[in-house]
C-alpha cells in the first residue's frame, strides 16, 4: 500500500527558505508526485510535478521561487524568499493501480 | 485554459443523495483525461474519492465504493458525483480536478463546493 508522509507544520521567516519533504513508503521509490498548494479558505493549486530523478515541471504561472528535487524515497518542494501569500498548506499527491493518494498536508506559517 | 466549476445543493438530508456537477471548459471530458472528485472534511486534509476516464471507465476509493457513482455527459461537457446514503462524516468541500491520462499527478482543480449533511 502506498502512503505518503509529510510533517504536519513548518514555519519560517518572511524572505527566507522553507523545504518541504514527502517521503513514499517501501516500494514505492520511483514514483513521480506532485506538490499542490492551499491558500487559507480556497481551493487546491498545482505547484509541480517532481520524477524520481529530481526533474520537474511547473505548473502554469508559479514563480521561480518554488522549486522541486528528490533523493531515494523523498521528494521535495523548496520555497525561497517567503512571502505572506506563501503560508497555506502543502499537499502531496501521486497516483497508483488506480487509486490517487495524497499525504497529510504540511502546514505553512510565515512568521 | 481548462475552468472546472463544480457545484451542488450545499445542504443534504441524512440517508439523502449527494449530487455534485463539474463543469468542464478549456478541455473536453471525452479528451485523453482522468476527471476526478476529492473532498476535504472541515479542518482536515484531502480525501481522493475517485476518477472517471474519456472512456467511461472508472476508479473508486475502496472506503466509497458501494456509495458511489461518477459519470460523465460528453454533450454537456460535464462530470457528475452521486454519493447514496450520506451521513455527517459526508460533510465536506468537495472538489473536480483534472489528471492527464498516463500521468500521476492531478494539473487542475475546480474552486469546490462546500456540503453539508445535517436534518
Not at chain 1, 523545504?19 to 509541480?48: D, E, N, V
Not at chain 2, 483525461?33 to 473508486?60: A, C, D
Request: proline fraction near 5%; include cysteine.
Amino acid at each position: 500500500q502506498l502512503v505518503l508522509t509529510q510533517s504536519p507544520s513548518a514555519s519560517a521567516s518572511l524572505g527566507a527558505s522553507v523545504k518541504f519533504t514527502c517521503t513514499l513508503s517501501s516500494g514505492h521509490r520511483s514514483f513521480a508526485i506532485a506538490w499542490h498548494q492551499q491558500q487559507p479558505q480556497k481551493g487546491p493549486r498545482y505547484l509541480m510535478k517532481i520524477n524520481a530523478d529530481g526533474s520537474h515541471s511547473k505548473g502554469d504561472g508559479i514563480p521561480d521561487r518554488f522549486s522541486g528535487s528528490s533523493s531515494g524515497p523523498e521528494r521535495y518542494l523548496t520555497i525561497s524568499s517567503l512571502q505572506s501569500e506563501d503560508e497555506a498548506d502543502y499537499y502531496c499527491q501521486t497516483y497508483v493501480s488506480g487509486i490517487q493518494v495524497f499525504g497529510g498536508g504540511t502546514k505553512l506559517t510565515v512568521l | 485554459q481548462v475552468h472546472l466549476q463544480d457545484s451542488g445543493p450545499g445542504l443534504v438530508k441524512p440517508s439523502g443523495t449527494l449530487s455534485l456537477t463539474c463543469a468542464v471548459s478549456g478541455d473536453s471530458v471525452s479528451g485523453s483525461s482522468w476527471w476526478s472528485w476529492v473532498r476535504q472534511p472541515p479542518g482536515k486534509g484531502l480525501e481522493w474519492i475517485g476518477e472517471i476516464s474519456h472512456r467511461g471507465s472508472t476508479h473508486y476509493n475502496p472506503s466509497l465504493k458501494s456509495r458511489l457513482t461518477i459519470s460523465v455527459d460528453t454533450s454537456r461537457n460535464e462530470v457528475y458525483l452521486d454519493l447514496i446514503s450520506v451521513t455527517a462524516a459526508d460533510t465536506a468541500v468537495y472538489y473536480c480536478a483534472r489528471r492527464p491520462d498516463g500521468y500521476y499527478e492531478v494539473d487542475n482543480w475546480g474552486q469546490g463546493t462546500l456540503v453539508t449533511v445535517s436534518s
